[in-house]
């Protein structure tokens, strides 16, 4: 089975800062890796699929980047809205498996 | 606009079974491979299962297998996890999702979710 290591677990930022939130499959994976926004309450949301390509609707501050092993999740510009938590999730072999999560909170 | 809507979620003893459905609307379920995934109460998220456009492979995690079993009826656009012998630690909300192939597992749109609570 795939291993996603995902860092940090949580990480307080202010509204404007730049957040990034780093990946690690234990196995070559290609680019098949997406990232996925939660709020409290809600389902998961699509952001990142494919390591790199924005999802429609997904504002351009996330991006993502990586391939093979070492994928990193950007948000340029931290906004209100963005205070949630964010998982990796690698889609190249069955069990798929999710990171376990980074939840970015306020400072 | 793409929908999905799970339901049959609740309260069940250890041991007992669940029947849960995933009703979509706005897109044709038998163009896509569909999922289970779900989250404990606090904890993170875990795949659970997925199957291909027709029905014919499906994909279990080690800790349902067995246990679980994942089934569609493409005319009705609606997606099933029967889950028997259930344990107090399948405790979680259980998310449908939609992937396109083998070669896009992503998922894309999300229900809302169902609970499902196994307690004595």
């Known amino acids: 089975d795939i291993q996603v290591t995902q860092s940090p677990s949580s990480v307080s930022a202010s509204v404007g800062d730049r957040v990034t939130i780093t990946c690690r499959a234990s196995?070559?994976?290609?680019?098949?890796l997406a990232w996925y926004q939660q709020k409290p309450g809600k389902a998961p949301n699509l952001l990142i699929y494919?390591?790199?390509s924005l999802q429609s609707g997904v504002p351009s501050r996330f991006s993502g980047s990586g391939s093979g092993t070492d994928f990193t999740l950007t948000i340029s510009s931290l906004q209100p809205e963005d205070f949630a938590t964010y998982y990796c999730?690698?889609?190249?072999?069955?069990?798929?498996?999710f990171g376990g999560g980074t939840k970015v909170e306020i400072k | 606009e793409m929908q999905l809507l799970e339901s049959g979620g609740g309260l069940v003893q250890p041991g007992g079974s669940l029947r849960l459905a995933c009703t979509t609307s706005?897109?044709?379920?038998?163009?896509?491979?569909m999922s289970w995934v779900r989250q404990a109460p606090g904890k993170g998220l875990e795949w659970v299962s997925a199957?291909?456009?027709?029905?014919?492979?499906?994909f279990y995690a080690d800790s349902v297998k067995g246990r679980f079993t994942i089934s569609r009826d493409n005319s009705k656009n609606t997606l099933f996890l029967q889950m028997n012998s259930l344990r107090v630690e399948d405790t979680a909300i259980y998310y449908c999702?939609?992937?396109?192939?083998?070669?896009?597992?992503?998922?894309?749109?999300w229900g809302q979710g169902t609970l499902v609570t196994v307690s004595p």
């Open positions: 999702g939609r992937y396109n192939s083998a070669s896009e597992r992503w998922f894309d749109p």
């Open positions: 706005g897109f044709s379920i038998r163009n896509y491979c």
């Open positions: 199957t291909d456009t027709s029905g014919a492979y499906s």
């Open positions: 196995q070559y994976i290609s680019s098949r």
């Open positions: 494919a390591a790199s």
């Open positions: 999730q690698q889609g190249n072999s069955f069990p798929l498996t």
